[in-house]
């Protein structure tokens, strides 16, 4: 038997969760498929999780700034405690997401889907038909599938579920999920092996910045292993695994993973039998998300769009196609400026412009250490920092932010560019004093007072 309905979704993350509720309540009849865990990556093990984890590691670090300021002794991370908060949050999401879908009336299934022709899928032998079909089945981590013992590799989901936590770690990768990781574990107490196939960390970011994540990394204890090709893993034990480098180098650690990125699920979906076509990047679509056959959609990780690949933006496009479905939307799709976060400690955030494309195009770049605004002087952060770049007629175009509140603050710079805003601009903004958006506001007036504004600044 076939059940029929106006809209399907294929996956039941955040991109295709963002679909399902407002088409529904549009009052189409929906359908969402799901294969693994109802909400996708980033609530389960994801973004989320991770910066529950982040949380303890901020604390602690915290707490070393302000000793001797005001504090004394040493907090050290309780890794059982603090999984069983990780858990307090991960463990209900799935039946909340599912009983989120019941009250709102959209029709859910749980199996792996595949098209069988353009309007039709087939979920555990049950045929699906739908009007629209949305495919938001996101992504999965990448693996070194070339190398001999690979398998041994734990990957960001066995990260996050650590239950204890190991004496002495690798992670394979140089991008921002290696990063995150390489921090939170070594706050943990564990030695930490990052491992870097050439000789750059978070390629995408600003590397000027960048140097100042690895100084930081460094003094925490983390051993970055340079230029290090892996080409085969090896186990010793259950708890003895040794990842060998093409020139002969070895690294001998408790438990080993793989963070060289992610993949978008798309080799499962059968796309040849709907007649999709794929990009470079995953699926082609058009300025609307369309693909190549009108009445399917793509959004989110499984998309060729111009965009980061994030929660926000699969979210972001999701919510556009329902618009788009309803009629409330514009026939092409106008992305706001992104912001991309690297949640390590510091945080690294940046927006727009990069001082690099900057200085091609010619346009003004703006370094700051911003120790001494209040709000990291009364913390006693000791790195924060930021660039910022303006166009010719003076518009924020760009920022990048290296501090504990990078997340926060490169919010502020997201809205000055979305907004059009110059240094006037940004000046009169008026925000709750004292407070980092406050001293933004003050940097820009251009007074160096301390006793202006309340020492701002010292």
Known sequence: MTEHFEVGVIGAGPAGLSVAHPMQAAGKSTVIIEEYLWGGTCPNYGCDPKKVLLA????????????????????????????AHKNAYTDPVP???VMNLDETGVAHRYGHAFFVDAHTIDVNGQRITADTWVI??????????DVPGEAYLFDNEGFLNLADMPDEIALIGSGFIAVEFANIAAAAGAKVHLIAHKHHLLREFDQDLTQDIIR??????????????TVEVTKQSNTEYTVIAADGRTVTVNRAFVAIGRVGNTDRLNLAAAGVELGHNGIKVGKDLRTNVPHIFAVGDVADSPVAKLTSTGAFEARYVAGLLNGTEPAELSYPAVPVMVYGSPKLGTVGMSAEEAARQGYAVEEFDMTNWLEYWRLKEPVAKAKVIFDHEGYVVGATVLSGSADELINYFTVAINTKQDKQAIKHNLYAYPSLGSDMSFYYSGSNDATAFGGHAF
Do not use: N
């Not at 915290?62 to 300021?69: D, I, P, Q, V």
């Not at 938001?136 to 599938?145: F, Q």
């Not at 925490?220 to 292993?225: N, Q, S």
């Open 136 to 145: 938001a089945t996101g992504a999965r981590p990448a693996r070194l599938t």
């Open 95 to 97: 039946a909340r997401k």
């Open 56 to 83: 303890a590691v901020e604390a602690k670090e915290r707490a070393e700034w302000m000793k001797g300021f005001g504090l004394r002794g040493h907090e050290e991370i309780d890794w059982h405690a603090l999984m």
């Open 216 to 229: 930081q990394l460094e003094a925490k204890g983390v051993r970055i292993e340079w230029d290090f090709e």
